[in-house]
């Protein structure tokens, strides 16, 4: 029985350790998380400082654990968390408070205090023995022992923890809407965990050396249990603060991130730890055995993922399962500029094959001329192409080919009217060239035209040694492009088998043409929704809080606006004078009004005081640079709209295009809108003036 007890305490204290590494591993993860998607959100900034209080303890406990002999040096360390952890909580409970539009001046003094007050106890923790001494290290955990200032430090940290409870409590009770009302229901069962269970209990209890040592050991794990789910799901609900994207669009990004990122590397480390478990069992070398363990559950998980992505997605959609999984479709069976020059490449040279000809190319018909069948620069960004590229197959003379574009028009469009004869719609044979054909449109009399170079057989069209083949719409039978090969003969007599397969070939060419024109179209039509689903994520964002949205979010907006970024949109296009400045709705915000006594009580010299002053705040830290990219949109403002001046001479100085400049514009009012509005909730957020 003794053995079996032993046993039992030493797999208990071995998973203490993976899970302590693991909170530690969770912990880091989320601060990165932030930083990468929530770091507009105060709400987020201040949970990551409460996570940092979490690294630091951890990071101390678990290096005093490891070394041999335990060091009281690394006991000191960790707490720079749990001194820090009373205001960093108070802070968090406070900031929550204020998104529902509960602002308190002494909440807000107390949060200070409190951190100068937790700075102050660590220096006294490091380099006195006044909050805490040398303890014991022959018990199964060493630990310091109470100085006489600890038990001072235990009610200023308790008393905050409480009063940071109270406010998490009554910021849920602010919620209105279910969602709301919901996540802040898992933040106040989740927030308890790792800021009452960070607290040096040890020191004033002492190792209970009465009870077995399992059971201790037993607490320290669901206490280190709570810590990592409950840090876990507070990092779920403030994922979704100050972020840009849809709910669907967080919650998958999330648990992809933490799949892939804190529980994959938890499991890698718990690998190599139980690897020299291992050693003793079977002799084997640790570090062999750990390397091969540790790749396979890489390995593994990479496959598990894969497999359980679809599922994750379909739950995490839900009703919208239907809407994402054809966006997922259209994402992956979407045709690239290389899918279709490849696909393009491999018919030409097919049917070299069967009709035994040396040089072959696919040109594509756009707004009547010319262009490359590959669509460079077409599909993105819905930009026209500006040469023409051929998709080709042996050597091609450009120069006798490109000079003759007008004639080759000529002739499909002829023989897209008319599939079996020289002349088309208007009575004009294929060779007509194109001064007639507008000649003609007009009634005017038409001069003499050339007697044309071709001649129509069949399904092909001989033109100067190359033989033409229309490629054409299924359903319109519209042209959309031509396969050329250099002709063999100087009229194609093709067997029934050559023909069967050309046939199949420039079937396979249109349809490639056709589905590309298609999503061409598609990706025009994203360029244009983008830019408004942008606008929209950012509104849900800055509406996103812990309670209702509030009426500051939406009491800027007047009615005739679509959105505030409209409003500063305006002010700022004659911010140098003009009815749009002077009449602007934002007249009415507190912080213009703020502003009057500074500007001798004029209200358009207030206003365009605080967008400058919100221009000035997207001023980046350092030495001013016409090419970095986080100074892009200060510069944009501060050239464009305070210096006034022209777009051009900006756009050149920025090494940038007109219409790039004009597209970083609306970003650069975004941004300056997001901190009007933070100005507005600052002033709205002060005492007002007896």
Same mark, same amino acid.
Request: charge should be neutral; charged fraction near 20%.
């Given at each position: 029985?003794?053995?079996?007890?032993?046993?039992?305490?030493?797999?208990?204290? *071995?998973?203490?350790?993976i899970?302590?590494?693991g909170?530690?591993?969770?912990?880091?993860?989320?601060?990165i998380?932030?930083?990468?998607?929530?770091?507009?959100?105060?709400? &987020?900034?201040? #949970?990551?400082?409460?996570?940092?209080?979490?690294i630091?303890?951890?990071?101390?406990?678990?290096?005093?654990?490891?070394?041999?002999?335990?060091?009281?040096?690394?006991?000191?360390?960790?707490?720079?968390?749990?001194?820090l952890?009373?205001?960093?909580? !108070?802070?968090?409970?406070?900031?929550?408070?204020?998104?529902t539009?509960?602002?308190?001046?002494?909440?807000?003094? &107390?949060?200070?205090?409190?951190?100068?007050?937790?700075?102050s106890?660590?220096?006294?923790?490091?380099?006195?023995?006044?909050?805490?001494?040398?303890?014991?290290?022959?018990?199964?955990?060493?630990?310091?022992n109470?100085?006489?200032?600890?038990?001072?430090?235990?009610?200023?940290f #308790?008393?905050?923890?409480?009063?940071?409870?109270?406010? +998490?409590?009554?910021?849920r009770?602010?919620?209105?809407?279910?969602?709301?009302?919901r996540?802040?229901?898992y933040?106040?069962l989740?927030?308890?965990?790792?800021?009452?269970?960070?607290?040096?209990y040890?020191?004033?209890v002492?190792?209970?050396g009465a009870?077995?040592?399992?059971i201790?050991?037993?607490?320290? !794990?669901?206490?280190?249990?709570?810590?990592? %789910?409950?840090?876990?799901?507070m990092?779920?609900?403030?994922?979704?603060?100050?972020?840009s994207?849809?709910?669907?669009?967080?919650?998958?990004?999330?648990?992809?991130?933490?799949?892939?990122?804190?529980l994959?590397?938890?499991?890698?480390?718990?690998?190599?730890?139980?690897?020299?478990?291992?050693?003793k069992l079977?002799?084997?070398?640790?570090d062999?055995?750990?390397?091969?363990? &540790?790749?396979?559950?890489?390995?593994?998980?990479?496959?598990?993922?894969?497999?359980?992505?679809p599922t994750?997605?379909?739950?995490?959609?839900?009703?919208?399962?239907?809407? +994402?999984?054809y966006?997922q479709?259209?994402?992956?069976r979407l045709?690239?500029?290389?899918? !279709?020059?490849?696909?393009?490449?491999? @018919?030409?040279?097919a !049917?070299?094959?069967?009709?035994?000809?040396?040089? %072959? #190319?696919?040109?594509?018909?756009?707004?009547?001329?010319l262009?490359?069948s590959?669509?460079?620069?077409?599909?993105?960004?819905?930009?026209?192409?500006?040469e023409?590229?051929?998709?080709?197959i042996?050597?091609?003379?450009?120069?006798?080919?490109?000079?003759?574009?007008?004639?080759?028009?000529?002739? +499909?469009?002829?023989?897209?009217s008319?599939?079996?004869?020289?002349?088309?719609?208007?009575?004009?044979?294929?060779?007509?060239?194109?001064?007639?054909?507008?000649?003609?449109?007009?009634?005017a009399?038409?001069?003499?035209?050339?007697a044309?170079v071709?001649?129509?057989?069949?399904?092909?069209?001989?033109?100067?040694?190359?033989?033409?083949i229309?490629?054409?719409s299924?359903?319109?039978?519209?042209?959309l492009?031509?396969?050329?090969?250099?002709a063999?003969?100087?009229?194609?007599?093709?067997t029934?088998?050559?023909?069967?397969?050309?046939?199949?070939?420039?079937?396979?060419? %249109?349809?490639?043409?056709?589905?590309?024109?298609?999503?061409?179209?598609?990706?025009?039509a994203?360029?244009?929704?983008?830019?408004?689903?942008?606008?929209m994520?950012?509104?849900?964002?800055?509406?996103?809080?812990?309670a209702?949205?509030?009426?500051?979010?939406?009491?800027?907006?007047?009615?005739?606006?679509d959105? #505030?970024?409209?409003?500063?949109?305006?002010?700022?296009?004659?911010?140098?004078?003009?009815?749009?400045? %002077?009449?602007?709705?934002m007249?009415?915000?507190?912080?213009?009004t703020?502003?009057?006594?500074?500007?001798?009580?004029n209200?358009?010299?207030?206003?365009?005081a +605080? *967008?400058?002053?919100a221009?000035?705040?997207?001023?980046?830290?350092?030495?001013r640079?016409?090419?970095?990219t986080?100074?892009?949109?200060y510069?944009?403002?501060?050239m464009k @709209?305070?210096?006034?001046?022209?777009?051009?001479?900006?756009?050149?100085?920025l090494v940038?295009?007109?219409?790039?400049?004009?597209?970083?514009?609306?970003?650069?009012?975004e941004?300056?809108?997001?901190i009007?509005?933070?100005?507005?909730?600052?002033?709205?957020?002060?005492?007002?003036?007896?």
């Open positions: 029985m003794t053995d079996i007890f032993a046993t039992l305490l030493g797999a208990i204290t *071995l998973l203490n350790r899970i302590s590494a909170i530690l591993i969770t912990a880091f993860a989320l601060v998380y932030i930083g990468l998607y929530n770091r507009r959100s105060q709400i &987020a900034r201040v #949970f990551a400082v409460l996570l940092l209080c979490i630091g303890s951890y990071l101390g406990d678990l290096l005093a654990q490891l070394s041999t002999p335990p060091a009281f040096d690394w006991m000191r360390l960790q707490w720079i968390g749990i001194a952890m009373p205001a960093a909580a !108070l802070g968090l409970s406070d900031t929550l408070l204020r998104a539009g509960e602002t308190s001046p002494v909440r807000r003094i &107390a949060v200070r205090a409190g951190f100068i007050i937790g700075a106890v660590f220096l006294l923790v490091v380099f006195t023995d006044l909050v805490v001494v040398p303890g014991e290290t022959a018990s199964r955990l060493a630990h310091l109470p100085g006489v200032l600890f038990y001072v430090f235990s009610l200023f #308790f008393s905050s923890v409480g009063w940071a409870m109270y406010n +998490v409590i009554e910021a009770r602010r919620s209105l809407t279910a969602t709301s009302k996540r802040m229901t933040f106040t989740s927030f308890l965990a790792p800021t009452l269970g960070i607290f040096p040890l020191l004033p002492g190792w209970p009870l077995p040592d399992i201790p050991w037993t607490g320290i !794990l669901v206490v280190n249990t709570a810590i990592g %789910a409950g840090i876990t799901l990092g779920y609900s403030v994922a979704y603060y100050g972020a994207a849809p709910d669907r669009v967080i919650k998958r990004r999330l648990i992809r991130y933490l799949f892939r990122g804190p994959l590397a938890a499991a890698v480390i718990t690998a190599l730890v139980l690897s020299s478990r291992v050693e079977f002799g084997l070398p640790s062999f055995v750990g390397l091969i363990a &540790a790749s396979t559950i890489i390995l593994l998980a990479q496959l598990f993922i894969v497999t359980l992505q994750l997605d379909r739950l995490i959609a839900g009703e919208d399962s239907g809407e +994402v999984n966006l479709q259209f994402s992956e045709m690239t500029t290389s899918d !279709l020059r490849q696909f393009l490449e491999n @018919i030409l040279a !049917l070299c094959d069967l009709l035994r000809a040396r040089t %072959a #190319f696919v040109m594509k018909i756009t707004d009547l001329e262009r490359v590959s669509l460079a620069g077409e599909m993105t960004a819905g930009l026209p192409v500006t023409p590229i051929l998709v080709t042996g050597n091609l003379d450009l120069e006798k080919l490109l000079p003759q574009s007008e004639m080759v028009r000529s002739v +499909v469009q002829a023989r897209s008319n599939g079996k004869g020289p002349e088309n719609g208007h009575g004009l044979e294929a060779g007509t060239s194109p001064d007639a054909a507008r000649a003609a449109e007009n009634g009399a038409a001069p003499v035209a050339e044309p071709f001649e129509i057989e069949h399904d092909f069209i001989l033109w100067e040694g190359y033989w033409l229309p490629l054409r299924r359903e319109t039978q519209e042209v492009g031509v396969i050329g090969l250099v063999r003969a100087s009229e194609p007599e093709l029934d088998e050559e023909r069967e397969g050309v046939a199949v070939l420039v079937t396979q060419t %249109a349809r490639a043409l056709e589905d590309s024109i298609m999503q061409r179209r598609a990706f025009e994203l360029t244009r929704i983008i830019p408004e689903a942008d606008d994520q950012r509104r849900i964002a800055e509406t996103r809080n812990p209702a949205p509030t009426l500051a979010d939406f009491e800027l907006v007047p009615e005739g606006y959105d #505030f970024t409209h409003l500063v949109r305006d002010a700022l296009s004659q911010y140098w004078g003009g009815p749009r400045l %002077a009449n602007s709705p007249m009415r915000l507190r912080v213009v703020d502003a009057l006594e500074a500007n001798n009580g209200a358009t010299k207030a206003l365009r +605080v *967008l400058f002053e221009i000035e705040r997207l001023k980046p830290d350092g030495t640079s016409f090419t970095a986080e100074w892009l949109l510069n944009i403002l501060e @709209i305070v210096q006034g001046q022209r777009v051009r001479d900006v756009a050149r100085k940038m295009s007109e219409s790039d400049l004009y597209r970083k514009q609306r970003a650069a009012f941004e300056v809108a997001r009007v509005m933070e100005m507005e909730r600052e002033a709205r957020a002060k005492p007002d003036k007896t």
